[in-house]
């Protein structure tokens, strides 16, 4: 039997988000690879997107790694059908772009963003201004509260067990 790895948290919005629900949602994610592929965390990008598709379609995955990125992750990501973004520096500026890229797609109603920076919450609340719904997926520790009280859901990672 499959264990859980990830909660699903939805913040209450009222009637219309019922009537929303009815009609499938496009999905745009970016990864934060640095910041959540951690060895240390366990997370899957399987797990990952499983926990997306109970939301929605994923039409757009990204995951933005910096030079550094070990070739076995980009292999990973390559696998599971997302796109790698190698980034010589600092991904952050990246993945600030790749996500206004997305905010500005009008085939994309949901913007999902695995990280667990506080950072990105201008992100975040762009996004809600521009009528997009938001997803932030993180783990602990130091998962950013005020992101994910910015989001209309959260999916919170939790840490795989050594099988």
Not at 90 to 96: E, F, M, Q
Not at 138 to 149: C, D, I, K, M, R
Not at 154 to 162: F, P, Q, T
Request: proline share 3%; hydrophobic share 40%.
């Amino acid at each position: 039997m499959r264990e859980t790895l990830y909660k699903v948290l939805k913040r209450e919005r009222g009637e219309k988000e019922e009537k929303k629900e009815e009609k499938t949602r496009t999905i745009g994610l970016i990864i934060d690879g640095p910041n959540i592929l951690r060895k240390e965390f366990g997370i899957k990008l399987e797990d990952i997107v499983e926990a997306l598709e109970r939301i929605g379609k994923i039409r757009v995955a990204k995951v933005v790694l910096n030079q550094y990125a070990p070739q076995g992750l980009i292999e990973a990501v390559v696998n599971q059908g997302l796109e790698p973004v190698i980034v010589a520096g600092d991904t952050d500026v990246r993945i600030a772009i790749e996500a206004m890229e997305l905010i500005y797609n009008s085939d994309v109603d949901v913007i999902a963003l695995a990280t667990r920076d506080a950072d990105f919450l201008p992100i975040i609340q762009e996004a809600k201004r521009r009528g997009k719904e938001t997803i932030v997926i993180g783990t602990e520790p130091g998962f950013s509260v005020a992101l994910q009280n910015a989001a209309d859901y959260v999916i919170k990672m939790e840490r795989r067990k050594s099988e």
